[in-house]
């Protein structure tokens, strides 16, 4: 049976690679799938890798109709066997029920990428709404790690090193940014929680041995 399947992670655990992996997979089988994204970091129509494989994408845009793209490349004799979406986190809810339309109606597995929080651990509304409606929802395996060594669980936004709490929820950037530059770092809850990036633990003198820890 065709599916709606939400992969998620934190940044930095490899959900662009997967992608560009089933794709890649499902091609060597002679099958053709649609591709779609949304500000990926190289730029409109691409989905691309920190490894630093890219492909060409259909940009999902503000307010375009994703069930409708697929059903017009169908009419015009297209062959679509499966839908990829990269930085499903950006959609609108209403696409993401699109989504859903393209596996129930049109009969095609539909796989889905992203990140289901932002850098305030807020979901973002394109992640709640596959939430909700996603046959399976699938953790990436590969754990990105903060810089204490930990398992990564939270994105966050920083400034100039520092991670900042408050902006628009949607700010394009990467992972290591030079510190001048607005960027991501991911972190366990702890540091997180108390806002510890690497740049502000190296400017403290801090490392895992010597942060305060509860006494219970």
């Known amino acids: 049976m065709p599916e709606l399947v939400f992969f998620s992670g934190t940044m930095d655990c490899g959900k662009s690679t997967l992608a560009l992996q089933i794709g890649h997979n499902r091609s060597a089988r002679g099958l053709r799938g649609v591709i779609f994204t949304r500000d990926d970091r190289a730029g409109e129509g691409k989905l691309s890798s920190r490894l630093g494989l890219v492909t060409e994408a259909v940009e999902a845009s503000e307010g375009m109709d994703v069930y409708g793209y697929v059903v017009e490349q169908l009419s015009k004799g297209g062959k679509v066997d499966y839908a990829i979406v990269d930085e499903a986190q950006f959609l609108a809810p209403v696409q993401v029920d699109q ?44 754990e990105a790690l903060c810089w204490c060594g930990a398992r990564a669980t939270h994105n966050a936004r920083t400034v100039g090193g520092r991670m900042v709490v408050e902006g628009a929820q949607v700010v394009v950037g990467d992972v290591n940014r030079p510190v001048e530059e607005v960027g991501y770092e991911v972190l366990c809850r702890r540091h997180h929680l108390g806002r510890i990036t690497s740049a502000s633990a190296r400017a403290g003198a801090l490392s895992p041995d010597v942060l305060p820890v509860s006494s219970d």
């Open 99 to 142: 989504l859903a339309r393209v596996v129930d109606d049109l009969g095609l597995d539909v796989f889905a990428f992203g990140i289901t929080t932002d850098f305030r651990t807020k979901l973002f509304p394109g992640s709640q709404r596959l939430i909700e409606l996603a046959d399976r929802i699938e953790t990436l395996q590969v």
